[in-house]
């Protein structure tokens, strides 16, 4: 099992990135998948979840309307489109996948996001 984030890196504030994570090894259409961050001394904290069909999703509130969490099946892929950033989006961000039906869940190992002021 594998979930491998990328496109973190350092943008300025008001700028754009676009994380993905692919994943591999499980049944990528029966997991709901999620985005959180971390920052160092803090908890991880959930910024976005989408749900298994991609029909649903939910965001922490200090993120709506500026990150969008999409996935395409057929490619094993979550993005997190993430516009108007703000220093205070800093963090690692980390991919997580949980079986809808409970149990199995995964995490990525993370990518590093700095928006600068």
């Known amino acids: 099992v594998q979930l491998v984030e990328s496109g973190g890196g350092l943008v300025q504030a008001g700028g754009s990135l676009r994380l993905s994570c692919v994943a591999s090894?499980?049944?990528?259409?029966?997991?709901?998948m999620r985005w959180y961050r971390q920052v160092p001394g803090n908890e991880r904290e959930l910024v976005a979840v989408?749900?298994?069909?991609?029909?649903?999703?939910n965001y922490l509130d200090s993120v709506k309307g500026r990150y969008t969490i999409s996935r395409d099946n057929s490619k094993n892929t979550v993005n997190l489109q993430m516009n108007n950033l703000k220093p205070e989006d800093t963090a690692v961000y980390y991919c997580?996948?949980?079986?809808?039906?409970?149990?199995?869940?995964?995490w990525g190992q993370g990518t590093q996001v700095t928006v600068s002021s």
């Open positions: 989408i749900s298994s069909d991609g029909g649903t999703a």
């Open positions: 090894g499980f049944t990528f259409s029966s997991y709901g």
């Open positions: 997580h996948a949980r079986r809808t039906t409970g149990g199995a869940s995964y």
